[in-house]
């Protein structure tokens, strides 16, 4: 998925994206990031999509119970939003975050990202 809206970003450059769309997806980001800055699991894994979260802890551990142990940027504020439909990718000072529209609204599908060109983006957490 992370190499497809990767594509996708290169293909579309984000245009005629309504400006409420930016700031609905801008405002998850910066929840999410507050959250890590927090160490608040809780929010964070609320704002991850179920299969992200899913990704985060091993074994019978919860997103949250595991949240503590993921190695995410903290601090940062939003650089850069590009929009195509339903995905979205947040440029931060300190991290890419990939962020999908769901049915119930926007959540993070992918955090702790890193280029790697031409490769996909390697991400911490990721579904």
């Known amino acids: ?11 579309l450059g984000g245009c005629g994206v309504p400006e409420s769309t930016t700031r609905s997806v801008d405002e998850v980001a910066r929840q ?10 809780g ?9 992200a979260a899913g990704s985060v ?15 995410l940027p903290r601090g940062g504020s939003v650089r850069r939003t590009e929009v ?4 979205a990718q947040v440029q931060t000072g300190v991290d890419t975050l990939f962020v999908t529209n769901l049915s119930s609204g926007w959540r993070v599908a992918a ?3 890193t280029a790697r060109p031409p490769r996909p983006y390697d991400c911490e957490v990721q579904g």
Do not use: H, K, N, Y
Request: hydrophobic residues 50%.
């Open 84 to 87: 195509w439909s339903d995905e």
């Open 57 to 71: 802890g091993s074994g019978d551990q919860t997103c949250v119970e595991a949240f503590g142990d993921l190695d």
């Open 1 to 11: 998925m992370i190499a497809a809206a990767a594509a996708l970003a290169a293909a």
């Open 32 to 41: 999410f990031m507050a959250a890590v800055e927090r160490g608040d699991g």
């Open 43 to 51: 929010l964070a894994c609320s704002l991850l999509t179920p299969e």
């Open 111 to 113: 955090a702790g990202c």
